[in-house]
């Protein structure tokens, strides 16, 4: 990877001897870590490199034997690999659980501009059957009508009978 010296990219503020690592990566590379110490494949592998160990040591002969019956090495192995699974199970949890908090925070989020979207809807609406209890229906309108035509009708025939007599 070429890296760029231009005007535009900051220097690194000064050197050290101490190694620089990506937390980021080294985030993602003990959650696969913990992912696989969780799953079934790691605890067959594991059982068959105790028994392994344990058979070897036992059956073997004398002198090939590495690690006697109180097996310390072996011990010293597995105490390694739990002193440094410890921690990186833990990094993992915690990634997982600021994950879970800006998931929380975005759900959050969500439902309520979708509780401010549902209480716009609702006052449109009650404005719109407000809005309709002031306009004229057919139904409405036709009533009217037929009054306005019954009374007519009426003036109508009481204004020939006037004019009748």
Same mark, same amino acid.
Do not use: C, H
């Given at each position: 990877?070429?890296?760029?010296?231009?005007? =535009?990219?900051? +220097?690194?503020? +000064?050197?050290?001897?101490?190694?620089?690592? *990506?937390?980021?990566?080294?985030?993602?590379?003990?959650?696969?870590?913990?992912?696989?110490?969780?799953?079934?494949? %790691?605890?067959?592998?594991?059982?068959?490199?105790?028994?392994?160990?344990?058979?070897? &040591?036992?059956?073997?002969?004398?002198?090939?034997?590495? *690690?006697?019956?109180?097996?310390? %090495?072996?011990?010293? @192995?597995?105490?390694?690999?739990?002193?440094?699974?410890?921690?990186?199970?833990?990094?993992?949890?915690?990634?997982?659980? =600021?994950? =879970?908090? @800006?998931?929380?925070?975005?759900?959050?989020?969500? &439902? *309520?501009?979708? @509780?401010?979207?549902?209480?716009?809807?609702?006052?449109?609406?009650?404005?719109?059957?407000?809005?309709?209890?002031?306009?004229?229906?057919?139904?409405?309108?036709?009533?009217?009508?037929?009054?306005?035509?019954?009374?007519? @009708?009426?003036?109508?025939?009481?204004?020939?009978?006037? &004019?009748?007599?």
């Amino acid at each position: 990877m070429a890296r760029n010296f231009g005007l =535009d990219t900051p +220097r690194e503020a +000064r050197r050290s001897l101490r190694p620089n690592f *990506d937390p980021e990566t080294f985030g993602r590379l003990s959650e696969r870590f913990a992912r696989f110490l969780g799953t079934a494949r %790691f605890l067959v592998y594991m059982t068959i490199f105790v028994f392994s160990w344990v058979a070897w &040591n036992f059956t073997a002969p004398e002198d090939l034997r590495f *690690d006697g019956y109180p097996f310390i %090495f072996l011990t010293l @192995i597995l105490s390694l690999q739990a002193s440094y699974a410890a921690p990186l199970i833990l990094l993992a949890q915690n990634r997982q659980a =600021d994950r =879970d908090r @800006i998931q929380l925070n975005e759900d959050r989020a969500r &439902n *309520d501009r979708s @509780i401010a979207d549902a209480e716009y809807l609702t006052r449109e609406i009650a404005a719109l059957r407000i809005s309709l209890g002031e306009v004229a229906t057919r139904d409405f309108v036709r009533g009217e009508l037929s009054d306005l035509g019954k009374e007519l @009708i009426t003036e109508l025939r009481s204004d020939s009978q006037s &004019n009748s007599e």
